[in-house]
């Protein structure tokens, strides 16, 4: 049994990463989050000491080593992304392996630095991809490699998850912070893009905006055309109609990517890659990080070339600035 500590405990993708840590038969043996509303601990680790200062924190995580004598064996990292970087660096300073959400970090110099820190301490870093976990993305990813070498896939992505005005306000709408909307809901498909079709030729932003990112990606075996919003009304009328409020699809030479299932578990299954060496390491989203990196600083070019069709949909003001 592996002792684990976790730190963003009240975050929204903290109980998959408790069930993991339960369904994989280990033990949560202290969590943080300055926020308190965690009472989800008690479904899964009841006796986990909990803080909500860092220093009490760290504090009781020297205690467990020094004190008890108990080898911390893991931390996991749920928290905002900006602070990703500093919290694999606590982890492998305490001399245990990060195992951390998606984006691992904002820039790719960020993961330079990791390295060293990585080789000082002997320690690993890990990053939850769960979409190459997924069975379809897998059956994808085999499909392509036993294809045509040659071929060039035209592919279409579009992910609509809407969001209300609380996101402004969070951290999620401080592109300091989150790293913008490319980043903070698309970076796991451009890793899963990359991890499918090989190395990036082609990066072009057409628009790029505080609700709304979309452009065109060229890899060494695909065309894609992206888009990406929390916007509500962009969303297609039969989803509205539905009353949905998120749309995600992928398709490719014009098939729709069934993959809408077997979402719930793949924590899990990324935990038992990694707790069997089997994990993706600090290199793994490197070009993924770069993507969105590169997304982030570039200049909107518009409607020009080949764009996904939501481009052309209005842009909206910011809800504060009306």
């Known amino acids: 049994m592996k002792n684990f500590a976790l730190i963003g ?5 903290a109980p998959r990463h408790m ?40 504090r009781h995580i020297s205690k467990i080593k020094f004190e008890k004598n108990a080898k911390l064996d893991y931390v996991s990292i749920c928290t905002p992304n900006y602070l990703h970087d500093a919290h694999i660096r606590f982890a ?34 890990y990053n939850i991809l769960q979409l190459r976990v997924h069975p379809a993305i897998i059956a994808l990813k085999e499909k392509i490699a036993n294809g045509p070498k040659d ?37 796991h498909f451009f890793d899963m893009l990359s991890w499918i079709f090989g190395d990036v030729t082609q990066n072009k932003v057409h628009v790029n ?38 749309f995600r699809s992928i398709t490719i030479e014009g098939t729709e990517l069934e993959f809408s299932e077997g ?5 899990t299954v990324s935990y038992q890659e990694i707790l069997k060496g089997n994990g ?30 939501f481009v052309l949909k209005p842009l909206a003001k910011h809800p504060f600035n009306k």
């Open 151 to 187: 071929k060039i896939y035209d592919i279409d992505l579009t992910y609509l998850t809407s969001r209300g005005h609380w996101y402004y306000t969070s951290w999620k709408g401080d592109e300091a912070k989150s790293g913008g909307i490319a980043t903070n809901i698309g970076v």
């Open 209 to 246: 905006t505080h609700d709304r990112s979309a452009g065109y990606l060229e890899f060494e075996r695909a065309r894609v055309r992206w888009f990406l919003s929390i916007n509500y009304d962009v969303l297609p009328d039969i989803i509205k109609a539905k009353g949905q409020r998120t």
């Open 92 to 125: 492998l300073r305490q001399g245990a392996d990060a195992i951390c959400e998606k984006p691992l970090v904002l820039n790719p110099w960020n993961m330079d630095a990791l390295d060293d820190i990585q080789k000082e301490t002997g320690n690993k870093i």
């Open 263 to 267: 979402f719930t578990d793949l924590h």
């Open 9 to 13: 405990a009240s975050g929204y993708i």
């Open 280 to 309: 993706y390491g600090l290199e793994a989203p490197r070009q993924a990080i770069e993507i969105v990196h590169n997304v982030r600083h570039a200049t909107p070019i518009g409607a020009v070339g080949d764009y996904h069709p």
């Open 19 to 58: 069930k993991a840590i339960k369904e994989t038969n280990n033990n949560l043996v202290a969590a943080l989050d300055k926020f308190d509303s965690v009472g989800i601990i008690d479904s899964y680790f009841p006796n986990a000491d909990f803080f909500t200062e860092f220093e009490r924190f760290d």
